[in-house]
């Protein structure tokens, strides 16, 4: 009987058959989109949700937005873009449309792009739509369900103990019934799980014993001891039992399922076995969580939205109303229905309101009603009502549905529009404008107390007409102006002087149906302002000097004029140590300074030559009319030796000196910016060769700033491309040739040119600033590394000039120690004499700053320079390193550097270590061991090498030493 049965039931083609019959009957409607055409489908299912009997055929997208309630578009659109552009994964709104009676619902739609193209737009979204308010009948239905799945489990609990030996059937009735079944054999302590047992729990079925380890897997950690006590339970009572727990698939996953068990007697009554049956009820119980919040959504929703949902049946009576209104009306929820809600109704509008409450309820027409309510503090607001019915299919009102909106924002905007009109008025009378109202007779209807003192002299202009206000030549305009407002409506602004005041006005004039409103303005102030403006931007505010722009455009003027005979010569110059000038005397006097040298400038030039400043102490200067090189020549060295007269201010004589670069164009054709290039690459020279002079361009100073540039700009991306490392080379004791000490010096490995020579690109990097960086980098690889030797060991580190000028280099310097966590006893700075030659006395104080550390200061290169002993004597170093230049010239046995022996003498004298770089040879290394040198450093000791290397040298070195010193103890 039960196979027949069986056979009978109609074999679905695929599951999407299935989905579509699970579908109909869910009060989900389904759809699919093409977003590029724009069309998009429905399933009969979605217009059911509508009330339509049938489906329709395919909509453009634009008609199933006009089906979005309109306070709900905004938000639904938002919500399909940001699903587009892929910031969520899945597209979800809950929002109201509009069904075929007209009314709207609540609904929660759901969708995915299912198909990108390769640039990652969307094509095509599926999606589904499904009724929120029939979440409830859901929930009762599987109440139902569940507890017909419970009533049929029993039964085939009771059909499983009089078929016993119809296992076949049994199967069947499971798998169709997604029920699995178990068996329990207490004396064989074995489980047994059905093939629907196995694919409850995930697994893959299998005939072999479940073993209790398997089974304390399959059950939750929190839900095994509980499940095994009902179980023993069941055992010891004799008794059938039901319970629900959770269990772990193979994936992680948690399911919910529910066994039914009992126990299996002998005939003497004992518990020989224990079996049951288990269904998976995870789906059920999610469906409910899903009903509690959509319960929970649902409440929130009505409890917090601005508007009042309330519902009426037929006749009328008030059937819901949203707990809000309790809450501002005070009055219980249990005195408001179905008719105690009129209580809060004003007075003055209650008859009002039931009549037309009453109209809509025998026409079936929308109501939409503003009214007062008394609230619970007292006073009075103002409510809109708006209410539409439900009819059925024969026409006949089911319900009514209903919103209490508060619209007393609105009715105080109205009251204080009325009230802003006349403050305008009163505003126009205060206002500093001059406002005259005309007709469209060009009379006048309204003028303030302004227009009155300005434009009439204090008479009054009422009636009186433009052509009479406005009736001198300089009136014009204005006069025809509200001609054209007056035929056109349109608008217009502009300015115009006023003779009889001697006053500019702004006019602003505004035509409306009606009048014509002119305003006038009084912007003298304005225009002296711009005027100063206009000078601004031709001429350097400080010195009176044409400003830069102004330079290049009136030098273009000049190349384009120019003849053979008469060229034009440019000179670029730059204060030496202008700096200076500000740290000493203050920026004042370095102000006062500035307009001096201009002045001075002037007095050496023709009326028609042209003086620039171009920058806080540079300078350029055009020679116009210059017959030859020499010319130029006389004007540059008399600029030179000007400037280094003294400049007097405020009883303080100044001296300066200047750099030149100067170049004369070519031929008409030259552009400024040419000419100016080969102007700055000229002082470029003049500044590296020795300040207070010029230098003219030359064809190979391109070719020079090109490597130089070029290097620059590949040096700009060098550290973030890895192409600076750092190496290192040691530093010995000369007593025992131990190393004391480590040199970081950095190298650049081109990926064109190859290794690039240090004495190339720092020069470049300390004039491009790129060494404020590299240094920076330097120091924190530098001081990390040293964390990795032997603690005895130094590191010591170049720092240029040119990082005191361009960063803070305590604060470089503190920040690799604290990133390191390196002992600042371990680290020497290796700083030049050039430290010293901006005069300043900051980088003495940071030098101080910098000892107080715990740092040791090196003077490198001694020697070098001119003035080396006096930095000695106005800084205390730590040590003291003599250029390798003096060592190099000792070749042979015998041969000696008085001044190195001089140098040497004088530092024991101060009592300073001395290190000796460039040591290569032996003959070197004892001819600087016999003066005293206490440190050294070369080739002979050890080439600059990479850490790894470094670090081979040092292991060798160190288990010498401790070696020699296990032999001598």
Known sequence: MAVRKLAGIMEFSDFSDICELAIDGSGTGIWDRNVVTGEIRYSASWFGILGYAEGQPPNPIEISYTRVHPEDLGYVKAAIDAHFRGETETYEAEHRIRCKDGTYKWVLSRGKVIRRDEAGRPLRMVGTTTDVTATRMLATQLQKEHAEAVK???????????????????????????????????????????????ATVGLPPSNDPVSYERVRAIIHPDDYLPVMDCYYGAVKSKTPTTLECRIVWPDGSIRNVVTHAEPIFEADDVVVQVRGTTQDITSYRQIEAALRNSEDHYRNMVELHPQIPWTSSPDGTILELGPRFSKITGIPNNKLLPYGWLNAVHFGDKARVVAEWNKSLASGERLDIEYRLHLKDGVFGWFRARAAARFDEAGKIIRWYGTLEDVTDRYVAEAARRESESLAFRVLEATSDAVIV??????????????????????????????????????????????????????????????????????????????????????????LAQERLNYAACYDFLTGALNRREFFGRLSECLAKQTVRERVALFCMDINYFKDVNDAYGHPVGDKLLKLIVSRLQSLLRTNDLVARSGGDEFMIAQIGVRDQLDAEAVAQRIVTEMQ?????????ICISVSIGATISQTELDEPDTVYKQADMALYEAKGTAFS????????????????????????????????????????????????????????????????????????????????EIGSWVLQRACAAATRWPSELKISVNVSPRQFELSNIYHVVLDALESSRLDASRLKLEVTESVFMSRSSSNLKILNELRELGINLVLDDFGKGYSSLSYLDMFRFDFVKIDQSFISRVGRPGET?????????????????????????????????????????????????????????????????????????
Not at 737 to 753: D, T
Request: charged share 25%.
């Open 693 to 772: 002079r010029y230098r003219f361009f030359q064809p190979a100073m391109a070719a020079t700033f090109n490597v130089i540039y070029g290097l620059r700009l590949d040096l700009a991306s060098a550290l973030e491309n890895n192409e600076i490392f750092l190496v290192y080379q040691p530093i010995i004791r000369v007593a025992d040739r131990s190393i004391v000490g480590v040199e970081a010096l950095a190298r650049w490995n081109h990926p064109l040119r190859g290794a690039v020579s240090p004495t190339e690109f720092i020069p470049v990097a300390e004039d491009s600033g790129l060494i404020s």
């Open 897 to 969: 550097q008085p001044i190195l022996e001089a140098i040497m003498g004088m530092t024991a004298a101060l009592g300073l270590p001395v290190t000796v770089e460039g040591v290569e040879t032996d003959i070197q290394f004892n001819y600087i061991r016999r003066l005293g040198c206490e440190f050294a450093q070369g080739h002979l000791f050890g080439k600059p090498v990479i850490e790894r290397e470094l670090e081979r040298q040092l292991a060798r070195t160190f288990e010498r030493q401790a070696d020699l010193d296990l032999t001598i103890k």
């Open 152 to 198: 049929i489990s029993q039964q085939l609990m009771e059909t499983a103990k009089q078929l016993t030996q119809r296992t076949e059937e049994l199967a069947a009735a499971h798998r169709l019934a997604r029920v699995g079944s178990w068996r329990w054999d207490l004396r064989k302590r074995s489980l047994w799980f059905s093939p629907e047992t196995w």
């Open 645 to 653: 007269k003294p400049f007097m201010i405020d009883s303080s004589s």
């Open 438 to 527: 005309f007709d469209k007779e060009a009379r006048v209807k309204y003028a303030n107390a302004r227009a009155i003192e300005q434009i009439g002299g204090g008479e009054k202009l009422i009636n009186l007409t433009s052509e009479q206000i406005f009736k001198r030549n300089n009136g014009k305009i204005i006069r025809e102006a509200i001609k054209r407002a007056i035929g056109s409506l349109r608008t217009s602004n502009f300015e115009v002087f006023w003779e009889p005041r001697k006053i500019w006005f702004e006019i602003s004039v505004y035509s409306s149906a009606r009048d014509v409103s002119v305003f006038m303005r009084d912007i003298s102030d304005r225009k």
